[in-house]
């Protein structure tokens, strides 16, 4: 973390910052959006972006929160495509959020989280954990289900005892209770994205086995930029995919990924970006 400082926060250039991923209560997250705008001003930020799953409700409420402290909402969505037998994501920047076909078509896929979690809620039943999913459901809120809500519900009734244990134990690929979602190919996530004016990045690229060749594929496809900068790369990997956007031409985002604690630290403020990178960001499109 200490040479993402070094970088950015003490160089005399930088003025103004960003933090271009962070989840809300809307998808996964949390923090509401007023709670993020609130944590995003306390931390020096400029401008962040709402990057929910499957999941454009807490932009509103985060731009409006957001012109009390001069704060800058980019309107974003990340979306879940396949390769191979790998979940992948693609991040979305500056997509026309209030069209009401976009809504529309996300709400199908947002009902089609539901019934994934139905069925993982039976698995679990006959596993000996017995949730409910009204209380999935009610944990999820107004935002996309997921599994991190399935895991609070587990942690709630006692059956694990950690939220991490809800993954190794019932809810992680391959283990009882997993349920692949229904997503998207990479082209036609990209192809979404694009076709209601946004800007398609490919989110948190190291984190995939066979990074490199799922990598090339998304390039391949019409990603248009790489999520550089995060608090899990190293200065190596930092090079390896700046290296990859100077050859290909493509633009370089990043963020925290926050989730609100919900993985441990809640993460708003540990990586600073600068500004230029939301002005290279309105440049492409």
Known sequence: MDFFKKIFSTSSKVSKYCDLHIHTTYSDGLLSPGDVVSLAHKHGLDAIAIVDHDAIGGIEPAIEAAKKLN??????VELSCIVGETD????GYYIDYRNKKLVQILKEIQKKRIERAKLMVERLKKQGAKVEL???????????????HIAQA??????????DEAFWRYIGYHCPAYVPKEKLKPQDAIKLIKDFGGIPVLAHPMSYNGHHQ?????????????EVW?????????????ELTQKHGLLKT?????????????????????YEIVKELKDAR
């Open 71 to 76: 704060i800058e909402v980019i309107p974003a």
């Open 88 to 91: 992948v994501h693609v991040i």
């Open 134 to 148: 009204e209380r999935v459901l009610e944990l999820a809120g107004e935002g996309t289900v997921g599994r991190p």
């Open 154 to 163: 587990l942690l709630e009734e006692g059956y694990i005892s950690s939220y």
């Open 214 to 226: 799922i990598i090339l594929y998304l390039i391949e496809t019409g990603i248009q930029g790489l």
């Open 230 to 242: 995060r608090c899990e790369h190293t200065e190596e990997d930092i090079k390896y995919l700046t």
């Open 254 to 274: 990043g963020g925290t990924d926050c989730h609100g604690g919900r993985k441990g630290k809640i993460l708003i403020g540990e990586l600073k970006l600068p």
